[in-house]
Each structure stands twice: as structure tokens, then as C-alpha cells.
Nanobody, 126 residues
Framework: QLQLVESGGGLVQPGGSLRLSCVVS????????IGWFRQAPGKEREGVSCIGRSGGTTNYADSVKGRFTISRDNAKNTVSLQMNSLNPEDTAIYYC???????????????????WGQGTQVTVSS
């Protein structure tokens, strides 16, 4: 059974940092591109970042570029999202998702991903 589980969300003050993790099971991470998405109340799901199968290709939404870093450890079946300099606009539920195709495109579209985790809440507030 293919499963993705996010963790690491929480409440953080503006300017703070969080590290999200996505642990996968039921499949071999090596064969999947992984994306991080977020959805704030009343807004559409937004692609935040993605990473190709080998980790050699990464892309970021303009809104997080320079603040977020995606990485993966295939041996540990884990993909991480380091989030620095957080601001209230980053508040959302964050999801990781997987797609079999080895393509991490500049436009990170949610409909291109097949498998999803349940999400983890990130709240940035003073």
C-alpha cells in the first residue's frame, strides 16, 4: 500500500524556520518525483517545490525561492523541505505528493501528481 506521511508542521513566529518531512512506504522512492504543495483557506492548492528522482533537479515557486530548500534521502525513503524566513503568507496545510514520471518541472502542477499525503499544518503568527 503506497503511503506518504508528512510531519514537522506547527506554529512558528515570523522569521522562524521549520523542517517538514515526508516519509514514504509501500514503494521505492528512487522511482518517483516528489512535490510539496500547500493550500491556505479559500485558496487553490499551490505547488511549492519539487525534486527529481535522483535529486539532481529541483524547482521552487517564486514565492519561496531562496527561503525553502527541498532534499531527499532515497535510502531513508524521506523527502524534506527546509523552510526559513517564514512569514504569515506561508500559513497553509502542506502536502507531499509523488509521481512516477521523472519530471520536476518549473511549473509544479498538482494534477500531475498521483499519490498524496494527508498534510501537515504550518501556521506562521506572532
Amino acid at each position: 500500500q503506497l503511503q506518504l506521511v508528512e510531519s514537522g508542521g506547527g506554529l512558528v513566529q515570523p522569521g522562524g524556520s521549520l523542517r517538514l518531512s515526508c516519509v514514504v512506504s509501500g514503494f521505492t522512492l528512487d522511482y518517483y518525483t516528489i512535490g510539496w504543495f500547500r493550500q491556505a483557506p479559500g485558496k487553490e492548492r499551490e505547488g511549492v517545490s519539487c525534486i527529481g528522482r535522483s535529486g539532481g533537479t529541483t524547482n521552487y515557486a517564486d514565492s519561496v525561492k531562496g527561503r525553502f530548500t527541498i532534499s531527499r534521502d532515497n535510502a531513508k525513503n524521506t523527502v524534506s523541505l527546509q523552510m526559513n524566513s517564514l512569514n504569515p503568507e506561508d500559513t497553509a496545510i502542506y502536502y507531499c505528493a509523488a509521481r512516477r514520471r521523472d519530471r520536476c518541472a518549473k511549473n509544479i502542477n498538482f494534477y500531475e501528481y498521483d499519490y498524496w499525503g494527508q498534510g501537515t499544518q504550518v501556521t506562521v503568527s506572532s
